[in-house]
C-alpha cells in the first residue's frame, strides 16, 4: 500500500500524488473517484516498472516520509492522506452468477443508481472498497 495525497484546487477535479512514486497521478471529479482511479494509475506505474525489469521505490513508511521537507510541503495543502493499494484488475471480465434477496438486490439496485453505476459495477467497487477498507 502506497501513501497518496488528495489535492483540490479551486475550480478543478481532485487530484491524487503519490509521494513514493513520482509522476504517478490521477484525478477525479469526487474524492472517491479520484481514488479509483489512482488505484488504476498506480497499478500502471507499478506495471510499467515490472515491463522494463526495474524495481519501483521502495515504499517508505509514514515516520520516514515525515522526515522528508518536500513531503510536508505537500502534506500541507492536502485534504486528504491515504493508503491506496494498486488496482487488481486485468481487464478481462467474467460473468459470474449470484444469488441474493430480491429486497436487499432493490436497495443494491437503487444505490448502484445512484451511484451513476450498473449493478456489477456497483457491486464489484463495494466488494473492493470493504477489501481495502
Known amino acids: 500500500m502506497y501513501v497518496a495525497l ?3 484546487d ?4 481532485f487530484g491524487v500524488m503519490f509521494p513514493d512514486l513520482p509522476g ?4 477525479g471529479r469526487t474524492v472517491e ?3 479509483d482511479e489512482a ?3 498506480l ?3 507499478l506495471e510499467g516498472f515490472r515491463q522494463d525489469g526495474e524495481a519501483p521505490p521502495p515504499v517508505r513508511s509514514i515516520d520516514d516520509l515525515l522526515q522528508d521537507p518536500v513531503f510536508r510541503s505537500d502534506r500541507a ?4 492522506m491515504a493508503y491506496v493499494s494498486p488496482s487488481i484488475a486485468s481487464g478481462k471480465i467474467t460473468r459470474i452468477n449470484l444469488s441474493v434477496d430480491t429486497g436487499q438486490l432493490a436497495l443494491i439496485d437503487q444505490a448502484a ?3 451513476g453505476m450498473n449493478r456489477s459495477a456497483f457491486m464489484v467497487s463495494a466488494s473492493l472498497s470493504a477489501l481495502a477498507g
Open 6 to 8: 488528495v489535492h483540490k
Open 113 to 115: 443508481s445512484a451511484a
Open 33 to 35: 473517484e479520484a481514488l
Open 10 to 13: 479551486a475550480d478543478s477535479d
Open 43 to 45: 497499478a500502471l506505474h
Open 24 to 27: 504517478c497521478v490521477s484525478a
Open 39 to 41: 488505484r488504476l494509475a
Open 77 to 80: 495543502d492536502a485534504v486528504l
